[in-house]
């Protein structure tokens, strides 16, 4: 019993910190994806995946303002 318990708790952990940070990338928080070593080949790289694929998403975001619009194509037309 307590040997199902340790090998619980030692996956359980790491995929409730994958699942965390699968949420914090959904809204664009990379930098504060905790690191996830667990000594499982396939929660490691899953993860390894995860922070890549955030990677690529933080660098392909626009940085700065978004650009102008003019007005006229983001207003309704308005009644006269």
């Given amino acids: 019993c307590a040997i199902g318990y340790a090998l619980s708790r030692g996956i359980g952990r790491p995929v409730a910190a994958l699942h965390r940070n699968a949420k914090l990338a959904r809204r664009g928080n990379f930098e504060v994806m905790d690191e996830i070593a667990?000594?499982?080949?396939?929660?490691?790289?899953?993860?390894?995946?995860?922070?890549?694929?955030?990677?690529?998403?933080?660098?392909s975001a626009p940085r700065g303002p978004a650009p102008a619009t003019r007005q006229s194509e983001t207003d309704e037309p308005t009644a006269r």
Wanted: glycine letters at 10%; charged letters at 25%; aromatic letters at 10%.
């Fill in 38 to 59: 667990s000594g499982y080949a396939e929660i490691d790289e899953t993860a390894a995946s995860l922070y890549g694929l955030a990677e690529q998403i933080r660098q």
